[in-house]
């Protein structure tokens, strides 16, 4: 040895032991972070969200009047909003949100139709009528989208607003027959499902509002939070939020209101696991 340094010069030699220790944790968003085949469990949580099947999966809340916008006579509707996060799996057919029993029941909807296209729009049952607006551009696969529906009560298609992560889309009408009002049903309020084409959604839904308010552009800018999906019980109009919903796995999804009309869970088998912080 020569100057703390070590010469070996055709030698050959043995270690019994060596050991790997990691000195302080990585800061910011590492590599390993997103290999979840590398065990981090001092390191991560996880957040567990009902998988829908596209068969028989959805989720469902007790009918209420609260969910009811409309005096089925002239008199007209009242103003709401509803908003969700999704992830469809299949675009196509997806039921979002709605109030949409059979016939005799039917009262609002927020979807993909059959092209992949947002939908919302409200119903006159006993005039087989309807009113809305839908966005003629497909939704893909496999990535999340906050989505809204808002309506102003107005009886009319301009009375319709659609936005997709925090940019209006609506572009075209969605209406048919002689429109006056909706009319109160009993219908439940479903996520993930249709009743009355027996449609069932393909994917995850989170973080479902209903407000008894027309949000306005501002409002749904602060709702989707710059993509990080706002806790909705902290937004500025919470005072008209009637109904929050956060997937809660195959556990019962606890309306985060003080309303407490909580979901029920149906038929669900399948979860997906995304880490904790992961938007």
């Known amino acids: 040895t020569s100057g703390g340094d070590i010469t070996v010069d055709n030698e050959i030699f043995y270690v019994d032991q060596i050991s790997i220790k990691e000195v302080g944790l990585a800061s910011g968003w590492t590599d390993a972070d997103q290999q979840l085949h590398i065990p981090q469990t001092a390191l991560q949580s996880y957040n567990q969200l009902a998988w829908f099947d596209g068969v028989a999966d959805y989720t469902t809340i007790a009918d209420h009047n609260d969910f009811t916008f409309g005096t089925g006579s002239a008199e007209g509707d009242s103003a709401f909003t509803v908003s969700a996060w999704i992830c469809p799996n299949v675009v196509e057919n997806f039921p979002i949100l709605n109030k949409d029993g059979s016939s005799g029941e039917r009262e609002w ?36 989208y906050h989505v809204v529906g808002t309506y102003s009560g107005n009886e009319a298609n301009s009375g319709f607003d659609l936005y997709v992560n925090g940019q209006e889309v609506d572009d075209a009408d969605k209406s048919t027959g002689s429109y006056v009002s909706m009319e109160p049903g009993t219908a439940t309020l479903d996520i993930g499902r249709h009743v009355a084409g027996s449609i069932f959604g393909n994917g995850a839904i989170t973080e479902v509002s209903i407000w008894n308010t027309e949000l306005s552009q501002a409002e749904v800018n602060e709702l989707f939070n710059d993509g990080k999906a706002l806790d909705a019980t902290t937004h500025s109009e919470s005072s008209n939020l009637i109904g929050y919903w956060r997937n809660n796995g195959l556990a019962t999804w606890q309306d985060l209101t003080s309303n407490d009309r909580d979901g029920t869970p149906t038929s669900v088998t399948e979860t997906i696991l995304l880490p904790a912080g992961v938007d």
């Open 109 to 144: 909807s927020i979807h993909l139709n059959t092209a992949g296209d947002l939908e919302f729009y409200t119903f006159d049952d006993s005039a087989s009528a309807f009113v809305g607006r839908k966005y003629d551009t497909a939704l893909t696969v496999g990535k999340w």
